[in-house]
């Protein structure tokens, strides 16, 4: 069984980003990352992988269309176990705070801490095993 990731951002190099620092992992099959340039998109790709392969989501919060913070209580009411990690340039403490109420397990400065996010999903996995 895979264990799934999802990024979702409108920046279409961030998939070459994540898949770049996260290539051994995702070569060795560790785990798979799955890309959506849409919150609309990303609620159809939450709902269509299989419990429980799915353990993160990670969401922009400033996109076109819906944003992260109004996506989230919708994938919370589909998938309410999955935590949801924002990413955002505006890291504020409203945003944080936003977020949180919204059921979001945390908040990611862009920029983003790859090392500090690497630790994040080895924690998720180790969970699995």
Known sequence: MSTY????????????MFRQH?????RSGRFVMEFALSAPAALEQVKAIPDPSLILI????????????????MVK?????????????????????????LGAAGLLPKPIDFGLLRQEIDQRLERLV
Do not use: C, H
């Not at 990670?58 to 209580?73: K, Q, R, V």
């Not at 309410?80 to 945003?95: E, F, K, L, Q, S």
């Open 77 to 101: 009411a589909e998938r309410p176990n999955v935590p949801v990690i924002m990413i955002t340039a505006y890291g504020d403490d409203a945003t944080r705070k936003r977020a949180t109420e």
């Open 5 to 16: 990731i999802v990024v979702v951002d409108d920046e279409p190099d961030v998939e070459s």
């Open 58 to 73: 990670l969401s922009d919060i400033n996109m076109p269309g819906m944003t992260g913070l109004e996506m989230l209580p």
């Open 22 to 26: 996260f290539r051994r992992d995702l």
